[in-house]
Nanobody, 111 residues
Framework: VQLQASGGGLVQAGGSLRLSCAASGRIFSSNIMAWYRRAPGKQRELVATITSAGSTNYADSVKDRFTISRDNAKNTVYLQMNSLEPEDTAVYYC??????WGQGTQVTVSS
C-alpha cells in the first residue's frame, strides 16, 4: 500500500488550501483515512478522520475551518482547509487504518 499526498504550499493567513492523498495497492473496502500534522517543535496531532462510510471527526482546533472528504472509487482522501492561521503551519501526513503513512506535505501559513 502506498499513499501519495499533494497540495501543500505557502498561503497567507485567511487563505485556503486543499490537500489530496491517493492510496494505491491492496486497499480494504472498509477503512479509516485520516490527516495528521506535525508543527515545528511539537508532537504529531490528529487533524481529522473519515470512515469509508463517510463519518468524520475533527480536532477542536480545526473544527468549522477544515473539511475532510473522500472518493472511495479513487481511494483518495481530501482535506479542504479554509481560514488558515499561522498556527496551522505544519507538515501534513495522510494515514490509512491498514497502518500506512503518506510522505507528508508542507503547509506554511504566513501572517
Amino acid at each position: 500500500v502506498q499513499l501519495q499526498a499533494s497540495g501543500g504550499g505557502l498561503v497567507q493567513a485567511g487563505g485556503s488550501l486543499r490537500l489530496s492523498c491517493a492510496a494505491s495497492g491492496r486497499i480494504f473496502s472498509s477503512n479509516i483515512m485520516a490527516w495528521y500534522r506535525r508543527a515545528p517543535g511539537k508532537q504529531r496531532e490528529l487533524v481529522a478522520t473519515i470512515t469509508s462510510a463517510g463519518s468524520t471527526n475533527y480536532a477542536d482546533s480545526v473544527k468549522d475551518r477544515f473539511t475532510i472528504s473522500r472518493d472511495n472509487a479513487k481511494n483518495t482522501v481530501y482535506l479542504q482547509m479554509n481560514s488558515l492561521e499561522p498556527e496551522d503551519t505544519a507538515v501534513y501526513y495522510c494515514w490509512i487504518s491498514q497502518g500506512y503513512w503518506g510522505q507528508g506535505t508542507q503547509v506554511t501559513v504566513s501572517s
